[in-house]
């Protein structure tokens, strides 16, 4: 069967319905995901039945669609430690990862919001990608994801491959929601940015060394002290990411532009110096 017509299994009679729900039990058994959103079409107390049983004892995908279907129709409060459960027995799975991510984001509230960063914890960029982008979305902070301000430094944070500064940004974000949640506006949290008006020369010389590499002049430590602004913070971040590539000769640049207060720099160059990596 390659499709079902959900649309039409919304219109059918109790009796037809039944027809429909025996008819999808093979796909069922074979832990098809269609056969649950089928079933959930079709809200008859057979098929919830069958919906539950998928919920306790299925597999993959069918089970995430039963827990989401559960949620949608009936704001299930099982729903949500299930999807968690399930991320944390999968982080070594990035596609059913990011299929569970789409699934909480779906759903609101701060125990979602906890789930999204449960998949944070993952090693596969995609992933954690995915969750920081929809709890940004959630909150409207995705607004000011702009180069140097700070949501994309949060960005940068949580989707680094050192553990210390993944630790530090995933504390940063609960701390942001906790106040979100207790009634503070987006100027209040600091998360308000706009986009950079013009690039220096300066920040011109790092974004060449970020993409090009070994191919690109290194800046000098004079290049750095003429950045401006928010310039600074994502010369940091893309500085940062050279270091993840164990590119060595940032690690001048980035202790010069603040090693010894800045504890995102002070974090990644001691996971460097250790050889930490998530994962």
Same mark, same amino acid.
């Given at each position: ?123 596969? %960029?995609? $992933? /954690? #990608? =995915?969750?920081?982008? +929809?709890?940004? &979305?959630?909150? @409207? ?47 209040? %949290?600091? $998360? /308000? #940015? =706009?986009?950079?008006? +013009?690039?220096? &020369?300066?920040? @011109? ?47 001048? %640049? ?26």
């Amino acid at each position: 069967m390659d499709s079902l017509d959900l649309v039409a299994l919304r219109q059918l009679d109790e009796r037809e319905g039944e027809s429909a729900r025996q008819l999808v039990q093979p796909l069922l058994d074979d832990g098809d995901p269609r056969a649950v959103d089928a079933l959930g079409e079709l809200k008859t107390k057979m098929a919830w039945q069958d919906i539950e049983r998928v919920f306790h004892t299925g597999w993959g995908s069918a089970q995430v669609h039963a827990a989401m279907w559960l949620w949608l129709e009936q704001q299930d409060p099982r729903s949500v430690p299930k999807l968690r459960s399930m991320l944390a027995a999968n982080l070594e799975a990035p596609t059913f990862l990011l299929e569970i991510v789409g699934t909480v984001a779906r759903i609101g509230g701060a125990e979602t919001d906890e789930a999204l960063i449960d998949a944070m914890a993952s090693k596969h %960029l995609r $992933v /954690v #990608g =995915a969750a920081a982008t +929809a709890l940004f &979305a959630r909150y @409207g902070w995705d607004a000011y994801e702009h180069e140097g301000a700070p949501i994309l430094t949060l960005r940068c944070g949580l989707t680094s491959d050192f553990p210390s500064v993944r630790s530090t940004a995933i504390d940063e974000l609960r701390a942001l929601l906790v106040r979100r949640r207790a009634g503070q506006g987006d100027a209040q %949290l600091g $998360v /308000v #940015g =706009a986009p950079l008006v +013009a690039r220096s &020369a300066a920040l @011109g010389e790092i974004v060449q060394l970020a993409f090009r590499g070994a191919a690109a002049a290194m800046p000098t430590k004079a290049t750095l002290d003429e950045l401006q602004g928010g310039e600074c913070d994502w010369a940091i971040d893309l500085l940062l990411g050279r270091l993840e590539q164990n590119d060595m000769r940032v690690i001048p %640049l980035l202790q010069h532009l603040g090693g010894d207060r800045n504890c995102r720099i002070n974090a990644a160059l001691g996971d460097h110096a250790a050889g930490r990596r998530v994962g």
